[in-house]
C-alpha cells in the first residue's frame, strides 16, 4: 500500500490546527454539547443555564468557561470540531464571521468586509447539478 500524497498546502504553518484522532477524542464531549444545540428544546434549556446544560455533557470546568465566554478559539484548540461549535455559535447569536474575527482578533464587522459572501447563484436556477 502506498503512502497518500501530502495536501497541497502547508499543515506546518504557525497557528494551523489539524483536527486528528486525539484532538476528536479530547473534544468527545465537547462536540457532543455542541451538536445537542440542533434541537430547539436543548437550545432553550442550554440558555435558560448555560453551566448546569453544559455540565450535563459531562464539560471540564474549563471547557465550560471556554462555552460561557465564547472563547471560539479555545474551543476548537479544545477538540471541538468547526461544524459543531458552529451550533453554538448560532445559538447565540453568532456565526463563521465572529469565530474568524476571534481566531484574528479583529470584529465580525472587518471580518465581513475583508470576505463579503456574494451570492452568484441560488439552487434551482436551472444550472447542472441543481438536482
Known amino acids: 500500500m502506498s503512502a ?3 495536501p497541497g498546502f502547508d499543515l506546518t504553518a504557525p497557528g494551523t490546527l489539524v ?8 473534544g468527545f464531549a465537547l462536540n ?4 445537542s444545540l440542533k434541537q430547539p428544546a436543548r437550545r432553550e434549556r442550554f440558555l435558560a443555564d448555560e453551566r448546569t446544560y ?5 464539560l471540564s470546568p474549563t471547557q465550560i468557561v471556554l462555552v460561557t465566554s ?8 479544545a477538540g471541538g470540531h468547526l461544524q ?3 451550533k ?3 445559538t447565540v447569536g453568532c456565526n463563521l464571521y465572529h469565530m474568524a474575527g476571534h481566531t484574528l ?10 470576505c463579503p459572501r456574494i451570492v452568484v447563484r441560488l439552487p434551482g436556477d436551472g444550472l447542472p447539478g441543481d438536482g
Open 4 to 6: 497518500l500524497p501530502a
Open 19 to 26: 483536527y486528528d484522532g486525539p484532538l476528536s477524542t479530547q
Open 32 to 35: 457532543r454539547f455542541c451538536l
Open 54 to 58: 453544559a455540565a450535563e455533557y459531562g
Open 70 to 77: 465564547r472563547d471560539w478559539t479555545g474551543l476548537l484548540n
Open 84 to 86: 459543531a461549535v458552529l
Open 88 to 90: 453554538l455559535a448560532a
Open 105 to 114: 482578533g479583529v470584529s465580525a464587522d472587518d471580518m465581513h468586509r475583508a
